[in-house]
């Protein structure tokens, strides 16, 4: 298991590397760029991470996190499932919309380019969990028997995609500001509810 310092060291060497990234660019930064920014040695650094690429897969992995936990509170109450839905979609937005998120996703469609496999493991790290996650939260909604989805994995998908929508796109290409609290707070408040009525069905 690891030690409280191993823990401390990894998360320097992740903040490091973060910052280092959003200032200066991927490419532009090197190991021993992120081994002084943490800062500990490069053999330490590379005890962690083996490549600039595991690394940027952690970076995303900890940007990933406050949704990743955000399932973990969950509940299948009847009563819960909309301030459920409202949570997860707060906890996406969050991450998508952050000067953080909208960063890093630049980087990675630029490396993914000519590296294809990072691009693979990102999806797995920052969606594919997600959405696995949602799937699970939908299927054990049709265990209660009080919703009857009938497709759980596009039922999921089609979350994560009418909340990213068009103003993501935007916002990528610095054309729109990035959304504050309350307007992303009005646009979830509106659409789940238009959500439910298309997916969760009530049985009864």
Sequence with gaps: MP??????????????ATRLFLEQGFNNVSMEKVAQAAPVSKATLYNYFDSK????????????HAISQTFETL?????????????????????IYSKEGIAIYGLIIAECKT?????????QVALKDSLLQLEQ??????NTTTFNIDDTAFAA???FGVL????????????KALPTQLEKQTYINKIIPLYMQGFLHDTH
């Design 53 to 64: 690429h595991s690394l940027l897969v952690a970076v995303v992995d900890e940007l990933c």
């Design 157 to 159: 998908n089609a979350f």
């Design 137 to 142: 939260y939908l299927q054990a909604l049709n």
């Design 115 to 123: 590296f294809p496999e990072l691009g693979i493991l990102i999806y």
């Design 3 to 16: 030690s409280n310092l191993s823990n401390l060291k990894r998360d320097s060497i992740i903040t490091g």
């Design 75 to 95: 509940s299948t109450d009847i009563n819960k499932v909309e301030s459920n839905l409202k949570q997860i979609a707060l906890s996406f937005m969050d991450l």
């Design 164 to 175: 990213k929508g068009e103003q993501h796109f935007q916002c990528l290409l610095n054309i």
